[in-house]
């Protein structure tokens, strides 16, 4: 029986030479000093030879090859031969697929929607790639998925590391199913585990819009991006539909910004007209903006459009703040300032089908595909009746809504027209 003395004492021949343990295990002794632990064996009546590993501080001690010897019989009494499995181990190896090359595969040629792979390949390019673009498949695991994704709410984006996980899923259920052998690294990550998300029927109060717009002046931000935030509030407009907002849509004259169907979410044109509050934070970001043709144009390239995290990250702030000073705000997103104009409106009393038309909730008639200005009068008086509630409660203040139109001296129908 082998001792560690006697492995150290071991010395190369000029012909390579064995040395036995117990229980059948010996070392292999080469030309050139290599010592390898080693183990015979008889499997469906052939004689197999596996290699246990070497000796020595980068490999094993005797202790450990004894231990693995242990497994070795008792895969061989399972019926598994230990050298075969081997080898197929080191071919797996060989012909394993790179993360990036499986994923790549995926993303061309799985069926999904073409705004779903866009949104999908964005999302992969940005957040996932740079992170595992030299891993095998197999050298990704649980933990590292949930770390990742971890990192991903830290930074405050929980719904791309919710994204993320689910898009890494579907990578390996892809390769799984074209002939993969390997776990997916997704099924022991939870999306629960990751983020959590609140119902999405949140609208504040009164209350809770005066300690917004308190915060938002002392959040680090710029001034357009505040007076950009106020101006969703006020318009009822949804977030791309102002990022991507062009100065040449906007008539100062007639006090109303016109949104072409290419830019609105039913592709159909959208009329907003402007209260004094709107035209006058329209004509401070138009002094901002420069030369730039966007409303709010991006801080480092003025012929884009700002970033689309930009209102998600000071509506956080914004939050963060009032929790860290014990204010009465829950978190909220820019979509539930729109929700919050609606509820609001509609418990002042406010005509529904203004409101509606307002957020551009179109019927599917004829009378709503066409016409875009319908309740115009209405709508005007409605948004600034809305822009001064917002301002009193702003200022503290209660405030009563005047919830009729005064008539117009002119005539409704003219048949002279």
């Known amino acids: 029986m082998l001792t560690d003395t006697a492995l150290k004492n071991l010395r190369p021949k000029a012909r390579a030479y064995k040395s036995t343990d117990r229980d059948g295990m010996y070392v292999y002794v080469s030309t050139g000093g290599a010592i390898s632990f080693r183990y015979d064996y008889r499997f469906n009546g052939r004689r197999e030879t596996l290699t246990l590993g070497r000796y020595g501080s ?10 693995r010897l242990i497994e070795v019989k008792k895969a061989i009494a399972d019926g598994v031969s230990p050298a075969v499995e081997k080898q197929r181990a080191k071919r797996r190896l ?3 697929h790179d993360f990036a090359q499986v994923a790549q595969g995926w993303m061309d040629r ?7 792979r866009d949104m999908r390949r964005a999302i992969f390019n940005r957040d996932i790639l740079p992170k595992w673009k030299n891993r095998l498949l197999s050298e990704i695991t649980p933990d590292d998925l949930r770390a990742h994704c971890k ?23 892809w390769a799984i199913l074209h002939g993969e052998k390997i776990d997916n ?7 629960a585990s990751i983020a959590t998300f609140r119902p999405r029927d949140r609208s504040l109060t009164p209350a809770e819009i005066r300690i917004m717009l308190m915060l938002l002046g002392e959040v680090a931000t710029l001034p357009t991006i505040r007076l950009g935030l106020k101006f969703i509030l006020l318009s009822m407009v949804r977030k791309s539909e102002l990022q991507d907002g062009v100065w040449t849509e906007v008539d100062f004259d007639n006090a109303v910004w016109s949104i072409p169907a290419a830019r609105m979410k039913r592709s159909r044109p959208h009329n907003v007209y402007l209260s004094t509050q709107m035209l006058d934070i329209l004509v401070a970001l138009k002094t901002c903006a420069g030369n730039s043709k966007y409303i709010l144009p991006s801080r480092y390239d003025a012929d884009a459009p700002m970033s689309r ?23 909220f997103t820019v979509h539930d300032l729109r929700r919050t104009a609606s509820t609001l409106l509609h418990e002042m009393g406010f005509n529904s089908d203004w409101i509606e038309k307002g957020l551009a ?26 822009s ?9 203040r209660a405030y009563t809504p005047v919830l009729t139109v005064s008539e117009v001296s002119a005539p409704r129908f003219d048949p002279k027209f």
């Open 94 to 96: 060989k012909e394993a």
């Open 185 to 191: 690294p997704a099924d022991d990550v939870g999306p």
């Open 309 to 331: 995290a930009t209102f998600n990250r000071v509506t956080s702030a914004i939050a963060e703040r009032a929790g860290k000073g014990n204010l009465p705000l829950e978190p």
């Open 110 to 116: 799985a069926p999904m929607a073409d705004s779903i």
């Open 151 to 173: 990192a991903i709410v830290d930074r405050g984006a929980p719904a791309t590391a919710i994204h993320v996980r689910d898009i890494v899923k579907q990578i390996y259920g």
């Open 388 to 396: 001064n509630a917002v301002d009193a409660w702003e200022a503290g």
């Open 58 to 67: 980068a490999g094993l001690t005797l202790a450990q090859a004894r231990e």
């Open 361 to 386: 909730h179109e019927e599917r008639s004829s009378r709503g595909v066409y016409n875009k200005a319908e309740f115009e009068t209405q709508r005007r008086h409605m948004a600034q009746e809305w």
